[in-house]
């Protein structure tokens, strides 16, 4: 039997990949990517020339069974995405839960990751946090929201450019302007940027300057003393 290896790419810099990541992507059978052509890029860097499949969220429900048999019957396969580690707000959970269901090996490798950076670089509690990713366009966006207004925990979210200003909106809302923010973009890359600041502030400088890249918001956990006072009150 095979094995099934789960490996970080870089969320930017090419760089940030290790060195057994790279031998392992040309050790393998086969990789399985999200976005051929985003990971081509990758790839031709590092000389890797192996057998790429594309495997993303619109068809890992029809692929997951293959995949697995493949492995079954002796490949060794790599399943990247597009940057980042695969299960964490990108495809990879479905054909991890399968593989272990079948009796298949499955061997994660640590990596590059938006969220730790930019965690650790908020200068919020980062011994204890949750994570939340990319928050619901529509439906139940109000119902997490809500649910997150007593969280005292460091909360860790995904946003695209194009959400940016409502996402910061809806936390000044549903959990209190008081709340200090910080704000990573393209984090790696040329024009990385890192904001810190109340919310209200957030908002007033991405409101007035466009945002672009991709985007991690740190907010800080409910005050313990702010709980106290509502209480008194």
Not at 15 to 41: C, F, H, N, Q, W
Not at 64 to 88: F, H, Q, R, Y
Not at 96 to 102: A, D, G, K
């Amino acid at each position: 039997m095979g094995k099934l290896f789960v490996i970080p790419t870089p969320i930017g810099n090419l760089e940030d990949i290790t060195y057994r990541a790279v031998r392992i992507l040309k050790e393998v059978d086969m990789i399985l990517a999200e976005d051929t052509r985003t990971s081509g890029i990758l790839f031709k860097h590092y000389g890797i020339d192996k057998k790429v499949i594309s495997h993303h969220k619109f068809n890992e429900h029809k692929t997951v069974e293959n995949i697995t048999g493949w492995v079954k019957e002796g490949k060794n396969i790599a399943l990247v995405s597009d940057a980042g580690t695969p299960g964490i707000s990108d495809p990879g959970f479905l054909l991890v839960r399968t593989c272990i269901e079948n009796g298949v090996e499955v061997e994660t490798l640590p990596g590059a990751t938006a969220m730790i950076p930019a965690l650790v670089n908020s200068g919020l509690p980062s011994d204890r946090f949750c994570f939340e990713g990319f928050l619901p366009v529509k439906k139940g966006r109000q119902k997490k929201l809500t649910s997150l207004k007593d969280e005292e925990r460091t909360i860790v979210f995904y946003e695209s450019p194009y959400r940016v200003v409502k996402t910061l909106k809806d936390i000044e809302e549903y959990l209190g302007s008081d709340r200090i923010v910080s704000v990573s973009r393209e984090l790696s890359k040329l024009f990385e940027e890192n904001l810190r600041g109340s919310v209200k502030e957030m908002i007033e400088h991405f409101t007035q300057k466009e945002p672009k890249g991709e985007f991690v918001i740190i907010v800080s956990g409910k005050n313990k003393n702010q709980e106290k006072t509502e209480n008194e009150q």
